[in-house]
Nanobody, 126 residues
Framework: QVHLVESGGGLVQPGGSLRLSCAAP????????IGWFRQVPGKEREGVAC????????YYLVSKEGRFNISRDNAKGTVYLQMNTLKPEGTGIYYC???????????????????WGQGTQVNVSS
């Protein structure tokens, strides 16, 4: 069992930036690939980005919503999602999730991940 806690969401204007954090016990984080998902009402969660245990990133959802950078600090037990040049399409609830594998999946579907945080709301609006 992995307990994940997201933070850093809020209201930002189009073109602005936010950094989301996903915290987990430091001694366990390195055992998992960690992904970020975004969900809007009426739609399934969409995969945004994933990082494997060696901090190698994979990006799945780009350009329409903004520019993203995922990174992790296993010693601090935290995975970050830096979101720049955000667009209104980037609005939604952002979840981090842990996968019981060192590796990110080839397809970023929510059923490939085993543990979820409670989500943090991001609103991109003027």
């Amino acid at each position: 069992q992995v307990h994940l806690v997201e933070s850093g969401g809020g209201l930002v204007q189009p073109g602005g930036s936010l950094r989301l954090s996903c915290a987990a016990p430091a001694f366990t984080l390195g055992l998992y690939a960690i992904g970020w998902f975004r969900q809007v009402p009426g739609k399934e969660r969409e995969g945004v980005a994933c990082t494997n245990d060696k901090n190698s990133p994979t990006y799945y959802l780009v350009s329409k919503e903004g520019r993203f950078n995922i990174s992790r600090d296993n010693a601090k037990g935290t995975v970050y999602l830096q979101m720049n040049t955000l667009k209104p399409e980037g609005t939604g609830i952002y979840y981090c999730a842990a996968r019981s594998s060192y590796f990110c999946p080839s397809t970023m579907s929510f059923d490939r991940f085993d543990y979820w945080g409670q989500g943090t709301q991001v609103n991109v609006s003027s």
